[in-house]
């Protein structure tokens, strides 16, 4: 492929997204903590018990541009969980990092760390987020903790890609969770009673926000993995935002399976001038058996 016309597909995707939130290839972090199927628990710390995976557990995908028909081969993410220790106390550490190869890190470079700190009952107690992505560097922190009075108490830093640190606090009166605590939890929810067209609200924290976000459930597809052969029958799920006329506007579609696993298999992310996308290339330290495989080949 020329190299012009990869330097135009990464000039592009610098540029663009269909979507407000900070960063370009943060862009596959909000789509991975999307994976939440139920909201508005009892209490705000919300504690779960984890039916999905254990510590150990690691999951790697391979990224794709597409720009009028051609793909590009564009780089690797990695979710990894294992056992920690955070102030005084046994907890489960998640870490997702999305690195580009060579050849896009000539164009953009993109160089993404997001890690996490959960009891074992998967309530949040930390997250940061790190990203380089082209010229920009930012970062978000959330510290938890839980005055007892079912509220959560924030404490929120945000280092900006200007350099302006940004530092905050508040209190929220419902279960709230960042990006990555978010994958991690609902992967334990039991979506069976889902419905095609279903709406599902929730509160996601970063370094100087709590926002409003809205997933739809499609229903269920079997998907094959051009990439292992392997056909899984997946949940699929949208993730949507709406304009100033409140408008529907698709950013991703997504593929988990459905199994007792939820791990997600692909990713559909759409942009202004094509569609990236991220599959599913290996899974180790699997909890569950993996009853959503139809076919392998």
Request: positive net charge.
């Amino acid at each position: 492929m020329k190299k012009g016309l990869i330097r135009n597909i990464f000039r592009h995707f610098a540029k663009v997204t269909t979507f407000p939130l900070r960063g370009r290839l943060g862009l596959l972090f909000f789509i991975l903590y999307h994976l939440i199927f139920i909201i508005s628990p009892a209490s705000a710390q919300c504690p779960l018990e984890n039916t999905a995976f254990t510590a150990g557990e690691d999951l790697d995908y391979q990224l794709y541009f597409n720009w009028k028909f051609i793909w590009v081969k564009a780089g690797t993410a990695n979710l990894h969980i294992d056992a920690s220790r955070y102030n005084g106390q046994d907890v489960l550490r998640a870490r997702l990092l999305t690195r580009g190869n060579k050849r896009t890190d000539r164009f953009f470079m993109m160089r993404d760390t997001i890690t996490g700190y959960l009891t074992p009952e998967l309530v949040p107690l930390f997250y940061r987020k790190a990203a380089r992505e082209g010229k920009r560097y930012y970062i978000d922190e959330v510290w938890y903790s839980y005055p007892g009075d079912n509220t959560v108490h924030l404490r929120q830093r945000c280092v900006k890609a200007s350099g302006e640190e940004v530092k905050g606090s508040q209190d929220v009166n419902s279960c709230v969770n960042d990006m990555l605590s978010m994958l991690v939890r609902a992967r334990s929810f039991d979506p069976t009673n889902y419905r095609p067209g279903q709406k599902i609200l929730f509160k996601m924290a970063d370094g100087d926000r709590v926002s409003d976000e809205t997933l739809i459930f499609r229903g269920r597809k079997n998907f094959k993995m051009d990439q292992t052969g392997i056909t899984y029958r997946c949940l699929v799920f949208s993730s949507v935002w709406y304009d100033d006329h409140n408008k529907e506007k698709e950013v991703i579609t997504f593929y988990i399976t459905d199994d007792a696993n939820h791990i997600p298999v692909r990713l559909d992310m759409f942009l202004r001038f094509g569609t990236a996308k991220a599959f599913l290339r290996q899974a180790t330290g699997i909890r569950n058996p993996q009853t959503s495989i139809v076919k392998k080949e």
